[in-house]
């Protein structure tokens, strides 16, 4: 994966384009988002929409490992991220937690989506989109359903919509609609450890490979 910064003015190729609807997709360089990223950039290839991909910095050990893995896959679909930088604000929560895991920015997903709520208003969008799955409801609260719930009724208030296609898909799932959008998997990045070379063990890594698992023994697929 390239080490590439690229340019940090959000832009779209299809930027030109009047009356089309606008949307922000949060991504990480993992498999969920990855494919999420694919999805809407067909609907952009198609002339139906514009994607302003949005890469959240908040001190994450694998941080630029995930960003090189978001700009590869942005450019293959010519689209541009933005990366906004809180690194500061997850190395100082994570200076002020006296014991406990590695856990930079509590509550990610409230302060992640909050973040894009606002870029909705720069870019003029109309949704915000997270590729968050079924697997991940039960993990932690800024990923419960009663969260994202809610989190869908502020964004409306604001006159945003909340877009969460994959919540009832399994991961397995949405590796195979992945193969159908022609993602490379191997250009996307999951381990917690931060590592060059994924680690096999930590919590990612482990769903990655029982998802992949699923689809070579040839599960049958469902969303």
């Given at each position: 994966m390239s080490g590439a910064e690229g340019p940090t003015k959000a832009s779209c190729?299809?930027?030109r384009n009047q009356g089309i609807p606008?949307?922000?997709v949060l991504v990480s360089g993992g498999v969920d988002s990855t494919v999420l990223l694919y999805q809407l950039a067909e609907r952009a290839r198609a002339g139906k929409l514009l994607v302003y991909p949005?890469?959240?910095d908040y001190a994450q050990r694998a941080t630029e490992l995930e960003y090189e893995a978001v700009y590869w896959h942005c450019r293959r679909v010519q689209l541009q991220p933005r990366r906004l930088d809180l690194s500061r604000v997850g190395e100082a929560f994570g200076r002020a937690r006296a014991t406990g895991p590695h856990i930079p920015l509590p509550h990610r997903n409230l302060?992640?989506?909050s973040l894009a709520l606002s870029y909705v208003g720069v870019?003029?969008?109309k949704s915000v989109a997270l590729g968050v799955i079924r697997d991940d409801v039960g993990?932690?609260?800024s990923a419960s359903l009663p969260f994202l719930d809610a989190f869908g009724e502020l964004a409306q208030i604001l006159g945003t919509d909340f877009e969460?296609?994959?919540v009832h898909s399994d991961k397995a799932s949405v590796i195979a609609e992945g193969h159908r959008l022609g993602v490379d998997f191997g250009q996307t990045y999951s381990c917690m450890l931060g590592r060059r070379i994924h680690c096999g063990h930590c919590t990612q890594c482990l769903r990655r490979d029982s998802a992949f698992r699923q689809i070579s023994f040839g599960r049958r697929v469902t969303s």
């Open positions: 190729p299809y930027s606008r949307t922000v949005l890469f959240i302060v992640a989506l870019v003029g969008a993990g932690y609260p969460t296609p994959f």
